[in-house]
């Protein structure tokens, strides 16, 4: 049986990036291979993106479909034959003592969960983040709320005076883009309680709040003024002019150029 160490898969890796607690990468398979019986050191999600293949583990065959999630616990032993297309599986995986680092006292399952076709709406985010515009930060959170939905736990009741004020940094200083550290030093609330306060309460993370507030204000900048493009995007902090066209496309469907022609036609 083979042992996977961290960041090791089977298949043609296409893409990997990484933090501190999580290693996310995205692998290929080719038509009908068959991997051998094997497990990881660390858990993992792995969230099938294309083609189909055959789990075999615990005495049991499962079939696996495009969209369908499954969790696989440290040490979990299973083999793969794929089937007749070629296949991708987007994977996130815990990086050992992930738990510490975060400083959160959450507990993954202790057994291989397959989700069949469940809505998880932060995986796709997540994924999509990895593929076009990637954000460290959003993909913390958007882990973590996958982590809130399968093992949720209790909010203390205590203030939340500070989210006001995380509002206001966002909608007020949009310039540049606010790490969840560089926020969490400002307000003196721990990161990871401060991303799940905020989610619960504005129902949106942190970077999709700020993102949204930068978008926001770009509209109101192509309205009602002659900026460029160009200027606009760096008053709004996005790295370059085709990091803010895509999420402005992303948002609206349609370029901010041709935005503001309809606007003015």
């Known amino acids: 049986m083979r042992n996977l160490k961290e960041g090791t898969y089977f298949g043609e890796y296409l893409d990997a990036r990484e933090n501190d607690f999580f290693k996310l990468s ?12 094997h497990y990881h050191d660390n858990s993992y999600i792995s969230v099938l993106t294309s083609g189909s293949y055959l789990e075999h583990s615990d005495g ?24 007749e297309d070629s296949a991708t599986c987007f994977n996130i995986e815990f990086k050992k003592d992930w738990q510490q680092r975060l400083d959160w006292e959450v507990k993954l ?3 291989h969960i397959h989700f069949n076709k469940t809505a998880f709406p932060s995986l796709y985010k ?8 990637y954000n460290a930060d959003l993909s913390t959170e958007l882990i973590l709320d996958w982590l809130h939905v399968i093992s949720p736990y209790k909010m203390d009741s205590g203030s939340k005076a500070w989210i006001p004020k995380v509002d206001s940094i966002l909608k007020n200083e949009l310039e540049q883009f606010h790490s969840l550290q560089s ?17 619960a309460e504005k129902g949106l993370t942190i970077g999709e709040f700020q993102l949204k507030s930068k978008l926001h204000n770009a509209v109101y ?10 200027d606009i ?23 901010p150029n041709r935005f503001r022609n309809i606007l003015n036609s």
């Not at 995007?233 to 803010?244: I, K, Q, R, T």
Request: glycine share 2%; aromatic share 14%; charged share 15%.
């Open 26 to 37: 995205l692998t290929a398979y080719s038509p009908e291979s068959v991997l051998e019986d």
């Open 60 to 83: 049991s065959n499962t079939l696996v479909q495009p969209s369908d999630v499954l969790f696989r616990p440290t040490s979990w032993c299973h083999q793969n034959t794929f089937l």
């Open 109 to 111: 399952p202790n057994t």
């Open 126 to 133: 997540l994924l999509l983040n990895f593929k076009i515009d």
């Open 183 to 199: 926020l969490s030093e400002r307000i003196h609330v721990h990161p990871v309680y401060m991303a799940r306060a905020f989610k």
């Open 221 to 230: 900048l192509l309205s009602t003024t002659h900026q460029s493009i160009s």
């Open 233 to 255: 995007s760096y008053a709004n902090g996005f790295f370059d002019d085709a990091h803010f066209i895509r999420s402005f496309k992303m948002a609206y469907g349609i370029s």
